[in-house]
Nanobody, 127 residues
Framework: VQLQASGGGLVQAGGSLRLSCLASTHTFGEYHMGWFRQTPGTGREFVAREFVAAITRNSERTRYADSVEGRFIISKDNAKKMVYLQMDSLKPEDTAVYYC????????????????WGQGTLVTVSS
């Protein structure tokens, strides 16, 4: 599965962005999808990817990190092979590279490592 994320950019605090992720597979409906983010590190420090949101195969359930609950909405369109992340009320601490991820078995979460990852799209929120 190849994933192509897009929609990142520069936005002021309080603004909105919508991220999109296009999947290359014909069986997109068989995958749970998620969004993760990674803040830019300084020097040689390792910065782990942080779970943001997830959605089940047929959009029955969603889950969010506490830090984005009530501000971000994840959605999935199986016919278009797309997953979206609507981000509202953005804060400077939301600045990160955002990655979409797919897994055929496990719903993405803070304790999972999905099988497939996109290349990431940078979101910068200015104060």
């Amino acid at each position: 599965v190849q994933l192509q994320a897009s929609g990142g950019g520069l936005v002021q605090a309080g603004g909105s962005l919508r991220l999109s992720c296009l999947a290359s597979t014909h069986t997109f409906g068989e995958y749970h999808m998620g969004w993760f983010r990674q803040t830019p590190g300084t020097g040689r420090e390792f910065v782990a990817r942080e779970f943001v949101a997830a959605i089940t195969r047929n959009s029955e359930r969603t889950r969010y990190a506490d830090s984005v609950e009530g501000r971000f909405i994840i959605s999935k369109d199986n016919a278009k092979k797309m997953v979206y992340l609507q981000m509202d009320s953005l804060k400077p601490e939301d600045t990160a590279v955002y990655y979409c991820a797919a897994d055929p078995s496990d719903i993405p979460s803070s304790s999972s490592v999905p099988d497939y990852w996109g290349q990431g799209t940078l979101v910068t929120v200015s104060s």
